[in-house]
């Protein structure tokens, strides 16, 4: 089955009861039993819910993974995979990392005793220098956040395993339309349903995909037991969401392109990241495991500084200055100052996130329209 097809029927049947096509918003929390531990496979919302089930079971499908759990916002999600470990733990992720990835890692788990190392990932051998045997965990954004960077997934899974370590992937930016991290050997796949998923910035949410039982056990019972998951009318938003999915990303794609090309040829911008040009550090590896770039690209002003991003910000009429990504619609933003600000101003601008850097997520509208807008900010 083709994606576009399994986007629309993953995870979902008729309602046996009535025969709706679309799933039921069971807005309950408890679930009668005509006896005790007699019930019809429900006991508790926070442990089970038909409309959260659907929604795991469908995103678990599109990503080819067995086991699916959502969760109350993505960050909850990441919550979930470093519960699993213990301290004295190791953890190796990437240096260019979304920020409050990082502020949950150096601010939160450091404390509890777990050890993480940034590294340019790009480069194996910077990895592989922090491999010890307490290495438990490698934690993989690609495309980063905001700098666009590729990570080889197959390359990170032989690591991985050569450490005996669990290898887990954001796959936020690319969603399983574009790349299927466990079909490359990944163990966890995580997602910010908020974005592309949901794709209609009216819901947040996280999800995490495994595919080996045992694993999926340990993050059933965290989920359980933590008790951060997501409520039934928001799963039911983002199923409807999936359905368009594969549809939305081809737009993403065909506009991300034509920006990217728009602004590396504008007299203002000193620096387009984009996957998609072949000058890009990890172009190849993005053609091996990904089946398009997808609809983020950052840019930095020839003019480095926050007043000349300030008027590129405020400027715009179609870009919407805002927080989050992966809607229909295009937002644009600055991570120095929005989503990156968790992360110390010299360790931000080693990776790249200097203060004229500038964070699209370009929607589904027309190209044209999206180009005249930026044309007439930066101008």
């Given amino acids: 089955m083709k994606f576009g097809t399994k986007a629309v029927h993953a995870g979902v049947e008729p309602d046996s009861t009535t025969g709706a096509i679309m799933t039921p918003i069971y807005q309950t929390s408890t679930y009668v039993q005509a006896a005790p531990g007699d019930h019809k496979g429900y ?117 991985a395993k050569g450490a005996g370590a669990l290898l887990a992937v954001d796959n936020t930016f690319a969603t399983p339309a574009l790349q299927q991290p466990l079909s490359l050997g990944a163990d966890i796949v995580m997602h910010s349903v908020t974005k592309y998923l949901g794709g209609h910035s009216d819901v947040v949410m996280g999800a995490l995909v495994v595919k080996d039982k045992a694993l999926s056990e340990r993050m059933y019972f965290i989920q359980n037991s933590s008790g951060a998951v997501c409520g039934p009318m928001d799963s039911f938003l983002v199923l409807r969401g999936l359905k368009t999915l594969s549809i939305r990303m081809k737009q993403h794609c065909i506009n991300g392109k034509e920006i990217a090309h728009f602004l590396k040829n504008h007299p203002k ?44 910000l405020s400027g715009t009429h179609l870009f919407s200055l805002a927080e989050s990504l992966g809607g ?26 200097v203060d004229s850097l500038i964070r699209l997520s370009i929607g589904i509208e027309d190209a044209e329209d999206l180009i005249d807008d930026l044309k007439k900010a930066l101008a």
């Fill in 43 to 159: 006991e508790y919302s926070r442990t089970g819910n038909p409309t959260r089930n659907a929604l795991e079971n469908a995103i678990a499908e599109l990503e080819n993974g067995k086991y699916g759990a959502c969760f109350g916002s993505g960050m909850a999600a990441i919550d979930c995979v470093i519960k699993m470990l213990k301290p004295g733990d190791e953890v190796i992720s990437t240096n260019d990392l979304y920020g409050g990835t990082y502020r949950l890692f150096t601010k939160i788990y450091e404390g509890f005793g777990v050890k993480f190392h940034f590294v340019p990932m790009g480069d194996l051998e910077s990895v592989k220098a922090k491999v010890n045997a307490n290495t438990k965990l490698i934690w993989v954004e690609t495309p980063t956040n905001p700098m666009m960077n590729i990570i080889d997934i197959e390359a990170m899974s032989k690591i």
């Fill in 269 to 312: 911008v000193d620096k387009v990241y984009w996957p998609g040009f072949e000058s890009h550090p990890n172009h190849e590896v993005a053609k091996k495991q990904m089946s398009g770039f997808g609809g983020m690209v950052s840019f930095t002003l020839k003019e480095n500084t926050i007043a000349a991003a300030t008027k590129v």
């Fill in 328 to 353: 229909v619609e295009s937002l644009l933003g600055h991570p120095a100052s929005m989503t990156h600000a968790s992360i110390p101003k010299e360790e931000r601008e080693k990776t790249g996130v």
